[in-house]
């Protein structure tokens, strides 16, 4: 096989190439059903579980309707949502961008004052009639994606809604990620008026006109099999047997059919075969299972504790060729392992996983995507389990001594009822002609009337009206449980309750904590104001601390962040790397402003850096996708605008990623670190630098560049800066002469007498006060087989490890047998004490103010 060809898997981003998309025929016709040729309610949600590729189908929109319509996709993620004059005129904004710089159709924007003065009349009186004169007798596509609860439950949805009926040109896509759902009440719609498209619903002879909800699904067996086998037509074949194998254990989710291939991709390469075995599959799966452990961990941390206890049992008893599970043998696995869960709380389990499509709805149970048994087996075994989730198991133990056992029976005889009544509703979307719903409704009156226990009368006391307004507060503070006797005692000002739309903006901004769980990959300190710090964990957002990490405050809901950069002189000026772009705000993340303009559409930026002789000058760091190569961007007017500056020539560019930037402010030589998009395993596999070339020159548009391959992060010495490091993934190098000659920090490490071997370096920090006091953090997984973070207090002559309170299991030093330190993507070193430190893990935020000795989870 050709070592040179390129990879055509795509799992780390949504597919934006025709050629490499497959399938999905069914929601396709359903989108032309709503939008074409309809006068109005154009407007289609599609919704699903998460990775299931709903950002591929709305970036195909383009390529299966004809030129007559116009799609243009609008990122929610990276549009604040603080306020309607901001959200809608940052929605123009793109659409005047989009169809400027892919259409070349040029379209005014109404000025700011008009946004602040109406917002609404501004978008839809001034600005949507002045892109219908320009688009003709063409249509609109509206493409949201990533919508959230908090559009939904806003007036946003109405109002755009509303849009759809006012201009018939104008059709909307909506995007959501969920299992099922439900348009607000705000639109006048009941469920009824929406038809949920789905293969068992009868079609009618004349569509109503009104909204669509397309769930987006597994691949069936016809099209997953297109997309293991017509990629690689010419290049790479499959025996059957490996086919079978790659859709049993996806059973054709797109993500893990991309991310399984992909692998078995860069294995041929590597071991130069032209054809893939079974064999080959099993070969490659324990990669996968640890490249899609963030995905699982993410799963894992949204799972109830009862959940959380079924999964393990159904991994344990299904073996290793995860045989389906019954339901007896399922309790009898817990029962063998002791574990403190209830029948009742099994069944309730099953329908909860069952309904997230997690396992299949009916006993014996099976796993819907194999891969995910696979790292349960690993990762969560049933001893584990216990232990992780001690407190919850006494808290159960507690309240079943204070419940009564009248009580008891009662509560298992509504808990039993109510898996009832949901295992109805979940038949009853399959059953034609709506019988099944009304099959519930009977089922329900039967319920009612014959299982309610008789109760002693009792007359509620009325709440006087004149009081009971209800004020909408940003955050709620929580409640003592109730107790047994309930006393109304008159209040001058009542307590307000929280309704559902009041929670909503209540999250976004409230102060707290960092979420419990959370794969943070970045995290910043302001060097002008220690007491301020960033973080952006994925999938989740972007958080700001202005007390030294005591409190958290959510300011932007972009789960894409992978780097963050301050201004040295404003800790509140802060520009931070997401998909598509660059976000920036000038307020301390109280706004943001997604910058795009210049930057490729489909790429993430991986890293930012500042010009130390001019703030105007930034430089952005690209990583590959499927269809475009790595690549630096500058912008010369401090974030606004960008262009192209240099990219890895030939196939490079698309077998690396741009990981981190750095400029000497003496040379102003430009340093780039590049670590292998297809293979990290080769980045392992680094000549010793005793010494060695680790960076090559280059000259772009008159500046030097130092490209160091192989590598995660670069660090200048703040004090002399033709000092360097350079983590590489086969170890930490350091040059003395601006990276001339490179040499080993990391050889002969050792722990408890023993040689620490392929640390796996991923993120360095240097005390800006003690140049002498670096950090390293390194990446477990199986690659590496070593994991945790060291400290030097003599510039990398000798290292410390420095574990003590970091996720992982119990052991002093950082290898395979006995210690698991989870991955380190970023670390931060307080500009005025070396000892504080912030460790950015795939386990969240974590701080130490004694140099190391000891950590806390932020």
């Not at 497959?22 to 579980?49: A, K, T």
């Amino acid at each position: 096989m050709d070592k040179s060809s390129t990879n055509p898997y795509v799992f780390d981003g949504p597919v934006t190439t025709k050629e490499l998309f497959f399938g999905r025929d069914e929601i396709f016709r359903s989108i032309r059903e709503v939008l074409v040729d309809r006068e109005q309610d154009n407007l289609i949600v599609l919704y699903g579980r998460r990775r299931i590729g709903k950002t591929s189908i709305l970036l195909q929109v383009g390529h299966r309707l004809n030129e007559q319509y116009i799609p243009i996709l609008v990122d929610l993620q990276g549009i604040p949502s603080d306020s309607p004059e901001g959200f809608l005129r940052e929605v123009a904004s793109v659409i005047r961008q989009s169809l400027q710089e892919d259409r070349d159709i040029q379209v005014e924007l109404p000025p700011p004052d008009q946004f602040l003065a109406d917002s609404r009349r501004a978008f839809g009186h001034h600005f949507l009639p002045g892109i219908k004169e320009a688009l003709g007798d063409r249509y609109l596509i509206l493409m949201f994606d990533e919508a959230q609860q908090g559009f939904w439950e806003s007036d946003l949805f109405e109002y755009f809604f509303n849009l759809t009926r006012q201009y018939p040109w104008l059709g909307l896509i909506f995007s959501v990620e969920s299992q099922g759902f439900s348009p607000p009440a705000s639109v006048g719609l009941s469920q009824g008026a929406w038809r949920r498209d789905t293969p068992h619903t009868p079609r009618p002879a004349v569509q109503a006109p009104v909204g669509t909800q397309k769930k987006v699904e597994f691949l069936n067996r016809d099209e997953a099999v297109s997309l293991i086998v017509q990629p690689v037509q010419g290049i790479l074949t499959y025996e059957p047997e490996a086919v079978e194998r790659i859709l049993s254990l996806t059973s054709g989710h797109p993500y893990y059919v991309q991310l399984l291939c992909h692998s078995l991709f860069a294995y041929c390469q590597r071991v130069n075969t032209g054809a893939v075995t079974l064999t080959d599959v099993e070969a490659v799966l324990p990669e996968v299972v640890e490249r899609a452990r963030a995905d699982f961990q993410f799963l894992w941390d949204h799972s109830t504790p009862e959940e959380k206890f079924v999964l393990a049992a159904l991994a344990q008893a299904g073996g290793e060729k995860g045989q389906a599970v019954a339901k007896k043998e399922l309790l009898a696995t817990l029962r063998r392992r002791r574990t403190p869960i209830s029948a009742r709380q099994v069944a309730k389990a099953l329908v909860s996983l069952s309904l997230r499509e997690v396992i299949n709805l009916q006993a014996p149970y099976t796993f819907n995507v194999d891969v995910f048994r696979l790292w349960l087996r690993d990762q969560k075994r049933i001893g584990w389990v216990k232990k992780e989730l001690a407190e919850t198991v006494e808290q159960w133990r507690r309240e079943r001594i204070k419940i009564p056992i009248g009580r008891r029976r009662l509560l298992w005889g509504i808990g039993l009822a109510a898996l009832l009544i949901g295992a109805l509703l979940v038949g009853s979307y399959a059953w034609p002609g709506g019988k099944g719903v009304e099959s519930v409704k009977m089922t329900l009156r039967a319920l009612v009337s014959t299982a309610t226990p008789a109760a002693p009368a009792y007359t509620p006391t009325p709440l006087p009206t004149d009081t009971a307004t209800v004020v909408p507060t940003a955050t709620f503070a929580p409640t003592s449980a109730p107790s047994s006797t309930a006393t109304l005692t008159p209040m001058s000002t009542p307590t307000p309750v929280p309704t559902r739309r009041e929670t909503a903006v209540a999250v976004t901004g409230a102060v707290g904590g960092l979420p419990e769980h959370g794969d943070v990959l970045a995290v910043a300190i302001a060097p002008s104001d220690d007491r301020w710090v960033y973080a952006a964990i994925k999938g989740k957002g972007i958080y700001r601390s202005t007390d030294g990490g005591l409190s958290w405050t959510l300011t932007a809901i972009n789960g894409s962040g992978q780097d963050i950069l301050i201004d040295p002189a404003n800790p509140r000026r802060v520009f931070v790397a997401v998909w598509a772009g660059v976000l920036q705000s000038s307020d301390g993340g109280d706004t943001w402003k997604m910058i795009r303009r210049g930057l490729p559409k489909d790429q993430q930026v991986g890293a930012l850096a500042w010009d130390p002789g001019d703030r105007r000058v930034m430089y952005a760091g690209l990583r590959a996708s499927a269809s475009a190569g790595s690549a630096v961007y500058r912008s010369s007017d401090g974030g606004e605008t960008w262009e192209l500056l240099w990219s890895p020539a030939g196939d490079k560019a698309l077998g690396s990623d741009v990981e981190a930037l750095a400029i000497d402010p003496v040379s102003g030589t430009r340093y780039v670190a590049l670590s292998n998009a297809y293979d990290p395993r080769l980045d392992l596999k680094g000549e010793p630098c005793l010494p060695c070339a680790a960076c090559e020159l280059n000259r772009v548009g008159g500046e030097v560049w130092r490209v160091c391959r192989g590598g995660r992060d670069l660090v200048l010495d703040p004090g002399d800066p033709q000092i360097v490091y350079f983590a590489r993934g086969a170890g930490t190098v350091r040059s003395t002469d601006g990276g001339e000659t490179w040499w080993d920090l990391t050889t002969g490490r050792q722990c408890l007498g023993e040689e620490v071997t392929m640390a796996g370096s991923w993120a360095l920090a240097i005390a800006p006060g003690d140049r002498q006091v670096l950090y390293e953090g390194t990446g477990y997984n199986f690659i590496t087989n070593q994991a945790g973070l060291y400290k030097t207090t003599d510039g990398g002559e000798t290292w410390l490890v420095v574990n003590d309170g970091l996720p992982g299991r119990a052991g002093p030093c950082p290898s395979f047998l006995s210690t698991t330190i989870e991955h380190i993507h970023a670390l931060a070193v307080d500009p005025a004490d070396s000892r504080i430190v912030y460790a950015a893990t795939s386990e969240g935020l974590y701080k130490t103010t004694d140099g190391g000795k000891s950590w806390s989870k932020q």
